[in-house]
């Protein structure tokens, strides 16, 4: 199973930008994809998850309402759009996928088998 993340970038505070991963590969049973960060010096964080099967989300606390996660099944790709970011959003962004996930679980990046390469945002005030 490969995961290839894209669209980071610079972007001004307020701004926008929206990530895509898409994975190859059989990744088996009712599994989960997901979006964690990792900003200079900080450990990995989750930021949203969804049910590639039921479509049901999950999302960490200081992106809700600015952040939002979907996917497109036909083209094993799932995104994130992020609106009005802010500087304290900048991060590597990874995106991880599983097959054998309970929900209670979607937050650990340690659960996770599968992960990207990361793409970079930046976000300048």
């Known amino acids: 199973v490969q995961l290839q993340a894209s669209g980071g970038g610079p972007v001004q505070a307020g701004g926008s930008l929206r990530l895509s991963c898409t994975y190859s590969?059989?990744?088996?049973?009712?599994?989960?994809m997901a979006w964690f960060r990792q900003a200079p010096g900080k450990e990995r964080e989750f930021v949203a998850a969804?049910?590639?099967?039921?479509?049901?989300?999950d999302y960490t606390g200081s992106v809700k309402g600015r952040f939002t996660i979907s996917k497109n099944t036909a083209k094993n790709t799932m995104y994130l759009q992020m609106n009005s970011l802010k500087p304290e959003d900048t991060a590597v962004y990874y995106c991880?996928?599983?097959?054998?996930?309970?929900?209670?679980?979607?937050?650990?990046?340690?659960?996770?088998?599968?992960w990207g390469q990361g793409t970079e945002v930046t976000v300048s005030s």
């Open positions: 991880a996928a599983d097959g054998t996930l309970i929900r209670s679980s979607w937050s650990s990046s340690i659960v996770y088998d599968y």
């Open positions: 590969g059989p990744i088996g049973g009712r599994f989960v």
């Open positions: 969804i049910d590639w099967r039921a479509g049901y989300t």
